[in-house]
């Protein structure tokens, strides 16, 4: 039976996603919206249904007065400084947004309504230097501070959970990209490079560590695998991945592809773009993803690399 569903990041990639689908299945879906001098929220302008509710997860006494005010049934905590690389270079605003807004979020929901079935946005960052395939058994080795800051909200969920009897779920999800994607990370900034280069625009694309392992998947695959991870009569810890790895070398020749181009006559390393410590290889085991709740991928790894291309060609108009 649809409910009433509070996302924070709702204007994120993911939240954008997940209010579509929750809104198309008769749901009522607020979100949460950080105030900013010049937001337009584009991702979300077209879901004139979705409630936008003013707030911030590092802003305790907004998060206890939304939860009150809205009652959610199911809470979704997707609000994050997502990016590893700003990690580095932010590390004390990534701990409080990621980390200490996670602690905010179960602290106002325990509070306000402490019913509400929660989801917590874990990441295969986690994993770190763990070495492939990773799963709900690998060891956490986190690489970055924005890892760290995952692990304390993964390990402060299970804290809620098993002490207070709270209904909190963690997702914990492999890469996942779409057109919507930030234009910082990879995918992004490669499907970008290429579309500005076929249109005559550039003639080169930047980047970092080529050898770097990713399990890449299609973003609206994943927002369905949230939802239906709070459906389950437990709270558990989940992996949702592929199962399918590939390199950042093996994505700009994907993508170069697409326009009939080789790769290499245009990537150029940028040592500005190596991370100060880098997770190598995540190759996610989506085993127990695929038994519980059934989910497996819609999108191939080739797919996924055409859509993004073929989406930046149109915004570049050519
Ligand atoms: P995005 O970076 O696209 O979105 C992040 C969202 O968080 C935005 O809506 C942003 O708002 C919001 N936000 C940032 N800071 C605050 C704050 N202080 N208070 C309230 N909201 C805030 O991330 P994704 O959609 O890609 O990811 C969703 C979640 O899943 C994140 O927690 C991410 O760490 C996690 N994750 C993502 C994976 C992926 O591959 N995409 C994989 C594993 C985990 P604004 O628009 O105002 O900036
Ligand atoms: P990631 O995604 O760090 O895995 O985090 P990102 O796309 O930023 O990097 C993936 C890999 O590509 C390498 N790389 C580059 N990365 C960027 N951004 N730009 C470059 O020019 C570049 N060149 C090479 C990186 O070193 C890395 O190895 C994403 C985020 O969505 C997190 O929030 C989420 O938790 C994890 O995925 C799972």
């Not at 607020?30 to 802003?59: I, N, Y």
Request: proline share 6%; net charge neutral; hydrophobic share 40%.
């Amino acid at each position: 039976m649809p409910g009433r569903a509070f996302i924070t990041g709702v204007t994120g990639q993911d939240g954008s996603y997940l209010a579509e689908q929750l809104l198309a299945a008769d749901w009522e879906v607020w979100g949460l919206v950080r105030r900013s001098s010049s937001a337009e929220h584009g991702r979300v302008a077209h879901l004139p249904k979705l409630v936008h509710v003013r707030g911030d997860v590092t802003d305790l006494p907004s998060l206890i007065t939304a939860l009150s005010n809205v009652q959610p049934t199911h809470i979704y905590n997707l609000a994050a400084q997502s990016s590893v690389a700003d990690s580095f270079v932010q590390p004390i605003y990534t701990a409080q947004v990621v980390g200490i807004g996670a602690a905010n979020l179960f602290e106002a929901a325990r509070i306000a309504c402490p019913e509400a079935r929660i989801y917590q946005a874990s990441s295969s960052e986690m994993f770190g230097a763990s070495p492939a395939p990773q799963s709900e058994h690998t060891r956490f080795q986190p690489c970055s501070p924005y890892a760290a800051a995952k692990v304390y909200a993964h390990h402060l969920a299970v804290h809620y959970r098993r002490t207070y009897g709270m209904f909190i779920a963690c997702g914990i999800l492999f890469n996942h990209e779409s057109d919507r994607r930030g234009p910082d990370f990879v995918t992004r900034h490669i499907a970008r490079g290429v579309a500005r280069i076929h249109a005559g625009r550039e003639t080169t694309l930047p980047l970092g560590n080529l050898e770097a392992r990713r399990d890449w998947g299609w973003a609206p695959d994943y927002t369905r695998a949230m939802s239906g991870l709070l459906m389950l009569d437990e709270p558990i810890d989940l992996v949702v991945a592929t199962g399918v790895s590939h390199t950042v070398a093996d994505f700009a020749a994907a993508a170069f592809a697409v326009v009939g181009k080789d790769w290499r006559s245009h990537v150029v390393l940028d040592a500005a773009r190596v991370r100060p410590c880098e997770v190598p290889d995540l190759l996610g085991d989506p085993t127990r993803a695929k038994t519980l709740l059934g989910w497996a991928p819609s999108v191939s790894f080739t797919q996924l690399v055409e859509r993004m291309v073929e989406a930046e060609i149109r915004r570049e108009g050519t």
